[in-house]
């Protein structure tokens, strides 16, 4: 009916014909191309789980509590890895979050035209260091640094609580791995904050501001419980960084199956158990194992990656603030 | 009067607490960039660049292999993950009904919240266990990591392209895909190109994707792909673990390269970015 | 101007209102050769006008002529533009507001304001009325001061049994309400109100006409309005913006400020005739 007036009915068939079918080939290729995405994680998850059956056969669930990993025996458990990874873990997210919410809101509130760019790039191009550039930096200059320096002066200002127990000669250890994590995560969480507290309607703050609140009190009351929940999820995406995170952590954590209340002594995490393990293990069932541990990390990946979705998703307090 | 003072000093405190924050980031950044730069600037020559790895124990040596292994493993993973990534934006932006695009979302944030050593242990349990290390199961690796990079960049810049273009292009009776190829696609590759800039840069310092796939590598210069690539990665990952000073040397001296590239690399990304959001939005 | 609730003249809205109370001539605010500037263009200059205790002050005048730029100045608000800059004096009881050493805070703490968009936190009702005597430390007896305060603006029995829910539920012209009461809880000595119902409809607009004559009595109001009709209706004295064009730059500045029956009925300025019979803007 709209066909070109100038061509016969049989060309302009041809013509549609041919556009269909333009049409069709590329909505194929782009639904291949999403399917391949899902079949990828698919594959990932699979594959992870499937390799680890053979140690899941043999140390079933007690695998999560099992405190030996013996490559002679044939006795491997995950437990001190997941203490390392907690461990590791909070400690940098406790140090990170307070950190990353203050520079979020200095870029967002407070930093002045001119230098707000500038700082906001800088803060970016923390995170686009390599890790494995930092972990070097972190065993040869940060960890020595920390054990001369820091891990002394916190045993003895602050020795009676057992995390600060005595200080490492080498500066290996899970106190140098948590403030590397810190490092990594800190820009990612205050980056993702600053758009979150930028995000929120200049007439809210105006409305605090005009009451006489400080701005302090304007962040507070306002600006804080507005993005609460994205500014968790946040908080959850730099945890399930620091819980993957494997180079930097093998680098500087110096390795071990400790368990205990210091911050100070060489540990493992899950990631780095699996990474130092690189140039080959000893026995299909240590391999089984390892991929054992790449599963929890897998599974608590997901949900950190899940959980953080869903709060984004459902808990916004701004819903219908924002017009 | 005794409460508003306390308010304004609680107000100034809490001021200065953000601002020493922001300062304590840069400072951050700062002393690993010039401790990198201090320890890395004496090794790097002419040499540092032509030779391959020296034996091991034995002084000198470059980087050449890695530099070139990198190289190789990075646009190999580019072949693979660049159509992927911008062809899922695309049915994402374009065709996809909600019942689909909500899953595959989930699906592309999942994947880029992955641990990159899980990533890199099932390219290892896919390719290598019954056969061998290789470069193609590294840039497969590597690819795994760049993809949701290039899909979200590209899916953001396609959401930008205004829906006045679209309209335009179909209300001349132009079919659906000669628009998408011709119309928005064109217009967004700025965006793109954004985006794989960055996955590249990302690409490039990503170690443990490469520690079960490409890691035990020849001091020789290697493109034969079906064998392990030598890379920058690994190489400063083994030699930090190693005693042996003049091999930390080495190390800081390939950290200060690939930082510089992985910097100057993000710097570009951004400006690129401000570049095309500017022709786009206006 | 077709927004407002009835299409009477405008003159006759004000001449009905000539005999009204007298107008007390207690001076608040004394502005002295204001200027302010966003950058480096001027938005408003050499403003000279003097507002008066317990009286409703309208603002009128065609859009971009710089009226809310002005009665930001006022609380200090525009101190949150960047490149904002006030030239001249604005005395606030006889205290100069922008002198060295005087807290904004403090100054908005006094002068209170109602925006153009109901701007209500994303809280409870009660705690949205709550949390200015909260942060200000009037938490003596905060219920009966977060009841006074909805009871002030008229919005006490709409929202008593819900006093919990979010104040987002709530209704464009109840949420204005609500955003009057936030500002009247801390007990200012003035009250701001930047377009309160340009985006209301007809009914909460008269509403808000009504809640700001008894409002009168316990504060001083300076209402901005694009209404001639509103100005007509509630202010006692009107000042009228416009724009100035010279050499391609346009500058708010105040063409006449007189009692509101005057500036409608008997404008001394051809300009200020122009606009209230619709000959402008």
């Not at chain 1, 230098?115 to 930096?137: F, Q, Y």
């Not at chain 1, 069932?285 to 390892?290: H, K, P, R, V, Y």
């Not at chain 3, 607009?205 to 509630?234: C, F, G, P, W």
Request: charge should be positive; aromatic fraction near 6%; charged fraction near 20%.
């Amino acid at each position: 009916m709209s066909a070109v007036p100038t061509s016969s009915p049989l060309q302009a068939r041809r013509h549609r014909l041919r556009g269909r079918l333009g049409d069709l080939g590329l909505h194929g290729l782009t639904l291949a191309a999403a399917l391949a995405c899902l079949v990828l994680v698919g594959a990932i998850v699979w594959k992870i789980l499937a390799l680890s059956g053979d140690s899941f056969d043999r140390f079933g669930l007690g695998f999560v509590t099992g405190r030996a990993w013996d490559p002679v025996k044939h006795v491997f458990g995950a437990l001190p890895f997941i203490y390392g990874t907690a461990v590791s873990s909070l400690v940098a997210l406790v140090l990170a979050t307070p950190l990353a919410i203050a520079i979020g809101l200095y870029l967002s509130e407070l930093a002045p035209r001119g230098v707000r760019g500038i700082v906001g790039s800088l803060v970016e191009l923390l995170a686009a260091i390599p890790s494995v550039v930092l972990g070097l930096w972190g065993i040869l200059v940060l960890g020595p640094f920390l054990a001369h320096h820091v891990e002394p002066s916190l045993h003895s200002a602050l020795g009676f609580i057992p995390l600060f127990g005595d200080p490492q000669q080498t500066g290996q250890g899970l106190f140098t791995a948590a403030v590397i994590l810190t490092i990594m995560i800190v820009p990612i969480v205050a980056s993702i904050s600053r758009e979150l507290f930028l995000g929120v309607p200049r007439e809210l703050e105006e409305g605090a501001l005009a009451l006489g609140a400080t701005r302090w009190e304007m962040v507070r009351g306002v600006i804080l419980p507005a993005t609460r929940s994205g500014v968790a999820a946040a908080v959850i995406l730099g945890l399930g960084r620091a819980v993957g995170e494997a180079i930097a952590v093998t680098q500087v954590i110096g390795g071990g199956t400790r368990i205990g209340w210091s911050l100070f002594p060489p540990a493992d995490t899950l990631a780095s158990k699996i990474a130092s393990n690189y140039q080959g293990a000893g026995s299909g069932l240590e391999i089984s194992s390892l991929l054992y541990l790449a599963a929890i990390l897998l599974v608590l990946g997901l949900i950190a990656n899940l959980v953080a979705q869903v709060i984004v998703r459902r808990f916004d307090p701004l819903r219908g603030a924002r017009s | 009067m005794n409460r508003d003072r306390r308010r304004r000093i609680v107000n100034r405190t809490m001021e200065a607490v953000a601002t020493v924050a922001a300062i304590v980031a840069i400072a951050v950044l700062a002393i690993v960039v010039i401790s990198v730069a201090k320890r890395g600037a004496g090794a790097i020559g002419w040499d540092f660049f032509t030779k391959p790895q020296a034996l091991f124990g034995q002084p000198g040596g470059g980087i050449a292999n890695a530099l070139v292994g990198t190289a190789l493993l990075v646009v190999m993973a580019c072949a693979m993950a660049l159509p992927v990534g911008v062809l899922t934006a695309v049915y994402l932006t374009e065709f996809a009904p909600r019942r689909l695009a909500v899953p595959i979302q989930v699906v592309i944030d999942v994947l880029a919240g992955l641990p990159t050593i899980v990533i890199g242990i099932f390219v290892y349990a896919l390719l290598v266990i019954g056969h061998t290390q290789s470069g193609i199961a590294g840039a497969f690796a590597l690819a795994i990591i760049m993809l949701p990079l290039v899909a979200r960049a590209t899916q953001e810049v396609l959401l930008l392209v205004p829906s006045t273009l679209r309209e335009a292009s179909l209300a001349l009776g132009v079919r659906r895909w000669r628009t998408v190829l011709g119309v928005i696609l064109p217009s967004s590759v700025g965006g793109i190109l954004t985006g794989t800039v960055l996955a590249v840069a990302r690409a490039a310092g990503e170690t443990a994707p490469l520690l079960f796939t490409s890691s035990i590598f020849a001091n020789s210069v290697q493109t034969d792909v079906t064998k392990a690539l030598p890379n920058i990665p690994v190489l400063i990952f083994t030699y930090s673990e190693q005693p042996d000073p003049a091999l930390h040397e080495q190390a800081w001296a390939a950290a200060l390269v690939l930082m510089a590239f992985v910097l100057v690399a993000s710097l570009a990304a951004k400006a690129l970015l401000a570049r095309s959001r500017r022709k786009l939005v206006g | 101007m077709t927004e407002g609730i009835t299409m009477t003249p405008v003159i006759e809205v004000a001449q009905a209102r000539k005999d009204a109370e007298p107008v007390q001539r207690d001076i608040v605010f004394d502005i002295q050769k204001l200027t302010a500037s966003y950058g480096k263009e001027p938005a408003i200059s050499d403003v000279d006008l003097e507002i008066y205790r317990n009286v409703i002050t309208a603002v009128i005048g065609p859009s971009g002529c710089g009226k809310s730029t002005f009665i930001r100045c006022l609380n200090r608000m525009n101190d949150l533009v960047p490149g904002a800059k006030i030239d001249g004096k604005i005395l606030y009881q006889g205290d100069d507001l922008y002198a060295s050493g005087v807290d904004p805070v403090e100054v908005r703490r006094r002068i209170g304001m109602v925006f153009q968009k109901a701007n209500p936190f994303p809280k409870s009702i009660y705690d949205n009325v709550a949390w200015g005597p909260r942060v200000l430390g009037m938490r003596k007896d905060l219920d009966e001061r977060v009841e006074k305060a909805l009871r002030g603006a008229a919005l006490w029995d709409e929202v008593k049994d819900r006093l919990k829910k979010n104040a987002l539920s709530l209704s464009g012209g109840q949420q204005q309400r609500l955003c009057i009461a936030r500002a009247i809880a801390v007990e200012p000595d003035v009250l701001l109100l930047d377009e309160p119902a340009s985006a209301l409809d007809p009914i909460a607009t008269s509403a808000i006409e009504e809640l700001m004559d008894e409002l009168k009595r316990d504060y001083t109001l300076v209402i901005v309005t694009h209404n001639m009709q509103q100005a007509a209706r509630v202010a006692d004295m009107t000042a009228f913006f416009s724009l100035d064009v010279d050499e391609g730059r346009r500058t708010g500045v105040l063409v006449e400020y007189d009692e509101t029956a005057k500036i409608f009925t008997n404008p001394s300025d051809k300009r200020t005739e122009d606009y209230v019979t619709g000959r402008f803007g």
